[in-house]
């Protein structure tokens, strides 16, 4: 079955203490990316990567890390995690050729 | 990226079609328009893209005027399922896929 998986699907933290949120897809996507979800402010992107080894910024990309080491593998890092990193995150790939994109479950993260 | 404007909210009955319009002035010659459906805590899903004119799925039409810029998703015939919410993104694909904003979308809410 293509999908994008997500794990942990729920963690919670403390303050500093580093994390990473793993993001894997089985559909040989090319783009992949993270997005996190806040109550009023929708669905804001926090880096994307077009290709293995090339990734870009988004509109959030502050306190976060990402890497492309592998096609189907988009780890989210966070090295120092702060309570207003508590949200829900999203990681989405596509093919370079289509059109929709595909989303995990999503992570629901809570940092105290 | 050409910003899009929809309503924050709309409210329907079971069984009545449901319109959802989306403005966006600045649309480039080479982008398209995509719509995708969020449940609460799922990651968005993508219903429907088109570029002019008018698209249908077995679940969306899309309508598309000449000068492109406005679209308006159609959903015939809802039922409480299709309580969610509806983003609305504007983007040259592939080349902006790592661009696309997703905004706060319209809630649609439906009851019996």
């Known amino acids: 079955e293509a999908q994008v998986t997500q794990n942990p699907r729920y963690l919670i933290t403390v303050t500093g203490k580093k994390l990473t949120v793993t993001c894997s897809q089985n559909m040989n996507h090319e783009y992949m990316s993270w997005y996190r979800q806040d109550p009023g402010l929708g669905l804001r992107q926090i880096y994307y990567?077009?290709?293995?080894?090339?990734?870009d910024k988004g509109d959030v990309p502050e306190g976060y890390k990402v890497s492309r080491k592998e096609k189907r593998n988009f780890p989210l890092i966070l090295e120092s995690p702060s309570p207003n990193q508590t949200s829900l995150y999203f990681c989405a790939s596509s093919s370079v050729l289509g059109n929709e994109q595909y989303f995990g479950p999503g992570t629901r993260l809570t940092v105290t | 990226l050409a910003k899009t404007t929809q309503p924050i909210s709309m409210d329907s009955y079971e069984g009545q079609e449901v319109n959802i319009t989306c403005s966006h002035n600045n649309i480039a010659t080479n982008d398209y328009i995509t719509w995708y459906q969020q449940f609460p805590s799922q990651g968005p899903r993508f219903i429907i893209q088109g570029y002019k004119t008018k698209v249908t799925n077995e679940v969306a039409s899309l309508f598309i005027p000449a000068d492109r810029k406005s679209s308006t998703l159609s959903l015939p015939r809802v039922s409480l399922s299709d309580t969610a919410v509806y983003y609305c993104?504007?983007?040259?694909?592939?080349?902006?896929?790592?661009?696309?904003?997703f905004g706060a979308g319209t809630q649609v809410v439906v009851t019996p």
């Open positions: 990567s077009m290709n293995v080894e090339v990734t």
């Open positions: 993104l504007v983007g040259d694909l592939p080349d902006s896929w790592g661009k696309l904003q």
